[in-house]
């Protein structure tokens, strides 16, 4: 799966050049090796000594080399390379400047400065140094007036195993956590580093490992959306997570029959159990067809309203009232966020069965190689990235500003479409394709159901990839384009047509004329697909969106 | 044991206690300005310590309490006044006391007697006896019980 999933990444990527470069725990050990092996070259030190400089030096050669070219001995000096000892004798016997017992000089260790200490004093004092943290790697000394290095040699010498494992990942870490361009990647059991092309200001990355992240604020990857919105989102969320308990609920009251139904599919599409069958949305509890095109009403559940305020309010009454609003207006949003991040929780899982189980079998009855079946895992990768985009325009939505009117409009028309799409996609992929995945071989009707599958599952994954690339478009450019953006590209005339569509919950009429303002295009030049919907120009004669023949 | 301090120490390792008893040798004949208050606790050690003269603090004492840790000498001990503490602008009014080889500094080649020698240094070339300026806001968030090692400290200039 995490192949898989990263590939459909690489899909969207692909308009950029790729602008960074994932690290495997053994490149950033052979970069070290390399640095190391060239400092120590170039400076005609040894590779310990060079080691302790690189880590002073945060790896940065080039200062490196400046700085000591500039004056060796002030850089030995701070680094504490000393050239020759400070404290030397002849005796036989030494006192070990910690436990001060005398040792004969061979248990007797010191680093260049030639403070003795006994075996197991340099054993604790390193010891202890390891389990403080990363400032092992710039050991001294333990007499208070000396600043001598205690090289790598030495310690991998007198530690325990367990300590040198320790100190070679603080080794490693250095060399990624020092560096302004080179980030771990978040993930919990991942070890590889992501280095960054600085300049470049898409942050979107994927690891090795499949996951996306954002390479500027290291949250998931949330392209379009700017990180500062996502931030605040997440504080926002961390701030509410009491109140917002029950949305992460897997179960709601069917809005006909009250009996709780349990959401076990990725679409929002929900149908009660029998005998009601009531066909609903998840969240806005409104009925199914007033959904999409079928009723030729909006798709508007992605829409807030605050509750109509009516009368007069004393002022008490009308601070409550507010507050009241701002968490339900909150609880709009962040439950359509959540609700698409499960989505996609079970999209990846879903998409893992049919690699893993469903495809095989599907190619043996329908006899066919399962590289024809590509466009099934297509679509399932089409559906995890729209609900990855999806998901953060929830965030967008509660931040954009609600004077900017023609913006949100814009941006809620966009997103509506984009999400219309995507419940029809996600709901062909998970409820259509179950018929062909059943035990009911030599059925005859099979292969000719299957030829007509194929191109609408195609079709309703191109289509949908082409709505959420106008969405992630509109929102990177700020939504600036309003007026000509809404004149021409995604005007869907059926749906506006008299702009008598409702939405799930009760719309105030105003702001729907004010939407179908925004998408105006004039009704007798073009012919609506009957597979997309899309209005395309009378010129055409197959769809822009979906390439169907009219 | 005197129990002022609310955590439980761990006792003293074999090569802290071999230590210990080294330096304890050693204050028989203590450096200028301090004396050991003899008990048999080896854990813990009580000094008093002498305004030198000439200095802001001649003609008073001071006890220092020294609490040592299990892996004495590799961490470093506990040092407090025991109040009323020396007016002092690194030393708090609960007898913390702000000084880097306490904390992040310490080095297991130091002894007591190094930390008496450097304590009375920042006392003689105090100019002003008065508290940190964050003194009430940081005792009062001692106030349950913590040690000072677990403050992660700001060190003031060494000047004073
Ligand atoms: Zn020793
Ligand atoms: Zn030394
Ligand atoms: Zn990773
Ligand atoms: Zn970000
Ligand atoms: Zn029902
Ligand atoms: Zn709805
Ligand atoms: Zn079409």
Redesign the pocket.
Known sequence: MGLIVQLSYVIILSYFQKNYTVLKEGDIRQRQEESISHVSAVLSISRVAASTLLCHYKWNVSQLHDEWFADEERVRRTVGLLSRPVFFSSAKELT?G??F?SYPRHQIHSAVCGHP??T??WKGYITTSINDGPGCLSLRCPDPACCAVVDQDMILRLASDEDKEKYSRYLVRSYIEDKKKTKWCPAPDCSNAVEFEVGSNVYDVTCLCSHAFCWNCTEEAHRPVDCSTVNMWIMKNSAESENMNWILANSKPCPKCKRPIEKNQGCMHMICTPPCKFEFCWLCLGAWSDHGERTGGFYACNRYEAAKQEGLYDEAERRREMAKNSLERYTHYYERWASNQTSRQKAIADLHQMQTVHLEKLSDKLKEPESQLKFIIEAWQQIIECRRVLKWTYAYGYYLPDHESAKRQLFEYLQGDAEANLERLHQCAEKELLVFLGNDDGDTDFISDFKIFRPKLAGLTRVTRSYFENLVRALENGLSDVDSQAASSVSVSSKNAGAKGKGGKAKSSTSRSARSGARNIDDLTHWNCDRCTYANPDSLTSCQMCHNRR | MTTSSTQTRKALSKIAQLRLQKELEEWHDPPVGFKHKVSDNLQRWTIEVSGAPGTLYANETYQLQVDFPEHYPMEAPQVIFVPPAPAHPHIYSNGHICLDILYDSWSPAMTVSSICISILSMLSSSTSKQRPPDNDLYVNKCRNGRSPKETRWWFHDDKV
Do not use: F, G, L
Request: net charge negative; proline share 0%.
């Open positions: 070990c910690i436990c017992d200490y006994c197991t004093c």
